[in-house]
């Protein structure tokens, strides 16, 4: 029986699961090959078809490629000095933290009130006198700015979630090693990118995978900002289930985006493979 | 050319004072085993020379140059870590290789050079494999290899052989000090191990909560121990020590026996275990207990209430309770005052 024991203490989570999780994603995967009581491909090729998808989808993959890297530099540059904190690293590390508990939402709004065309921006562009009037900043002319605008709040909310993993990455990394590096001539440099960087692939993998999975579902920063100017696949799937009523190409979307995720999460996981053996 | 001199370091650790005001000098390609207790400060002092640790206060020179603001890479040196700190991400080859891809040497000398050491060390069909499937020793030689492999200056070694079985150790111990002689390398070697100590050093410096108690050539410090803790620490078994009575103008009484001794107006008297033998006259010893060692019979006894031991020959079995009268060499007993614990001329 001990042996049966840890999977039956698993098993509330795992039934919880399959009701909550398993069971609405086997009805959207259902529902993306459905079209009026027959299997078909036809959801799909309605999505492909719209003049918006590839706009959606290179636009989604375009603003996780800029966000991402830049909250990896981020957040690897503000994890080695807090690393090497004496003292007040909890409090910065609080403070670092404050924007994880705003919600991506708030965190639009926050910044479309800097942005908009009686925001903060304006109002210090023509206090300087840099303008005569406030601009239209968000306006479908430039959509750049919008774009520009999105990715620093994607900064600003969610570099912070990167960043205390990291933290606790480096945490584990036994200060023995760095100090090895140092004997051997390594530079700050070097033994970042020979000693710290190869230690802390596992924390890697993990604020990668999430960050990059989340930021193909960017979506209330998005609108928030850039109303429909701007189109990703998440709002294309809020579009399409809520507004054109059209459930099976709305579950399609949401198919396109778990593929584009598992698909990068399987890469990450290639990419930064430790080799059994050369675990610390 | 490199000299290493430590000036007046001392080191606290909060309250806690692990170094008081070392003083040592190490010549050139001199090879100093620093030796002592436990929690002695070995592996502090050795730090504070690589640099991985700053001196609360004193100074710390490398060949001629002020060394104790310098970052540990601008020391010239290459050290064996006590717990090893063998890369785990890396292979064997690559952890050798670590410091010379730093210096961004030419792969030809990397693989000449790592070849090399690791045979040595004998971990050449070990290359591949990361450290995660060696053995401790396997590790602890992968740490060696890869502090000789940088041919440095100077070379930190911190018991570099503790986990190596006997036969092993003796063997890489032949070894280092056979390439160590080789190369211009200036080395400080920490060791428990007497034995290691006295074989590969050209000083010994022994070190007892965290001051330098004597610094001097092994048979200097077995011989003539410039403290009492030295005699009790180096040796095994080690020196034994007798209450002494003054009996006249340097003479002592040491149970029940006269010997001459120091003018000084106390002292305590303290002979070898092997600088003893029977004799018709001497130490009267009761004996405790006896053990055959082979090549001897050591002897565990009690002189005027006092432990004491002797090695005497294997042919000499006494039994427990019997009472030997050992005589000391007379040109090997050593005083020591009793109130600074320092040697007595
Ligand atoms: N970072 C530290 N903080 C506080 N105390 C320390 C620190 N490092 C060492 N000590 C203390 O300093 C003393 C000397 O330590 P050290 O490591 O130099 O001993 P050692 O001679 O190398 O001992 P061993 O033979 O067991 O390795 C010890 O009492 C230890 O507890
Ligand atoms: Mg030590």
Redesign the pocket.
Known sequence: MPRLLPYLLLLPATAFLCLFFLYPFVQVAHDSVMRNGVYTLENFSRMAGHWKFSTAFWNTMLLAAVVVPIQLAMALTMASIVTKLQRGRSSILYIFAIPLGISDLAAGLIWLSVFEQSGFLNSWLVGLGIVDQPILLLGYQNTWVIFIAIVLAEVWRATAIMMVILVAGMGLIPKEYGEAADVFGATRWQKFRRVTLPMLKPSLQTALILRVILAFEVFAVVVALGGTQLPVLMSETYHWQFAMQERGVAAAFAMVILGVSVAFTILILRLLHVPKGARV | MAVIEIKQVAKS??S?T?LHSVDLTIADQEFMVLL??????????LRIIAGLETPTIGEVWIGGRRVDHLPPRERGIAMVF?NYAVFPHLTVFENIAFGLRMKKMDQAEVTRRVNRTAELMHIEQLLKRYSGELSGGQRQRVAVARALAMEPDVILM??PLSNLDALLRLEMRAELKGVLAESNTTTIY?T?DQVEAMSLADRISV?NG?RIVQAANPVEVYRNPAARFVGSFIGNPPMNFLKAEPAGAGKWQVAGQVFDGPASAAAEFAIRPEDLHPAEAGLPAEVRVVEPLGPHTLVTASVAGQPFRAVLESNLLPAPGDVLHLAPVPDRIRWFDPATQSALR
Not at chain 2, 36 to 45: E, V
């Open positions: 650790f909060g806690f692990a002592g207790a436990s929690g002695c400060g070995k592996t502090t002092l006590q911190d018991e920490v428990h070190m965290g």
